[in-house]
Antibody, heavy 124, light 106 residues
Framework: EVQVLESGGALVQPGGSLRLSCAAS????????MTWVRQAPGKGLEWVSG????????YYADSVKGRFTISRDNSKNTLFLQMNSLRAEDTAVYYC?????????????????WGQGTLVTVSS | DIQMTQSPSTLSASVGDRVTITCRAS??????LAWYQQKPGKAPKLLIY???SLERGVSSRFSGSGSGTEFTLTISSLQPDDIATYYC????????FGQGTKVEIK
């Protein structure tokens, strides 16, 4: 059974940093791209960042470019999101999701398995 | 960046009704479109990919159509379990979600 489990969400002050983790199981982690999606309270879904299967290609939404860094450890089946210079507008539930393909080329791929999310609150 | 616009934002229908949600892309995305269902407090669930392909295990009451810039999600006979918010997503150029359509029972 495919499972992805996020952790690391917390209350952090504006300007602070946080690192999210996502532990994956039930599939060959190293052969699929992975992604982070967030959802602010009462709002819709916003794609945040993605990473190719091997980790060599990374993709970011303009809203987080230069502040967030996505990475993965294929030996530990774990995805990460390093979030720096956090702002109030980064407050959201952050979901980790498995992408159905290895990397984006002429197109990307949809997300077929999602975790339950971890809450990040940026507030003083 | 590709923008995705869904309509309506909220939809109220009776059990058994045929329900249609529309999604428009700001530029052509071929058939690189997915639909997701999200119930309150839960993670989104993939329903449709490549505009019209049904994800394994998803009820055949759900269907998708369209290409280019105009897409639709249809629920053939609305059931109480279908109460949720539905999102379209383009994956032609990275990923963008529509703003969501909340489906309620009348």
């Amino acid at each position: 059974e495919v499972q992805v489990l996020e952790s690391g969400g917390a209350l952090v002050q504006p300007g602070g940093s946080l690192r999210l983790s996502c532990a994956a199981s039930g599939f060959t982690f190293s052969t699929y791209a992975m992604t982070w999606v967030r959802q602010a309270p009462g709002k819709g879904l916003e794609w945040v960042s993605g990473i190719s299967a091997g980790g060599s290609n990374t993709y970011y939404a303009d809203s987080v470019k230069g502040r967030f860094t996505i990475s993965r450890d294929n030996s530990k089946n774990t995805l990460f999101l390093q979030m720096n210079s956090l702002r109030a507008e980064d407050t959201a539930v952050y979901y980790c999701a498995k992408v159905t393909g290895r990397y984006c080329s002429t197109s990307c791929f949809p997300f077929d398995f999602w975790g339950q999310g971890t809450l990040v609150t940026v507030s003083s | 960046d590709i923008q995705m616009t869904q309509s309506p934002s909220t939809l109220s229908a009776s059990v058994g009704d045929r329900v249609t949600i529309t999604c428009r892309a700001s530029q052509s995305i071929s058939s690189w479109l997915a639909w997701y269902q999200q119930k309150p407090g839960k993670a989104p669930k993939l329903l449709i990919y490549d505009a019209s392909s049904l994800e394994r295990g998803v009820s055949s009451r759900f269907s998708g159509s369209g290409s280019g810039t105009e897409f639709t999600l249809t629920i053939s006979s609305l059931q109480p379990d279908d109460i949720a918010t539905y999102y379209c997503q383009q994956y032609n150029n990275y990923w963008t979600f529509g703003q969501g359509t909340k489906v309620e029972i009348k």
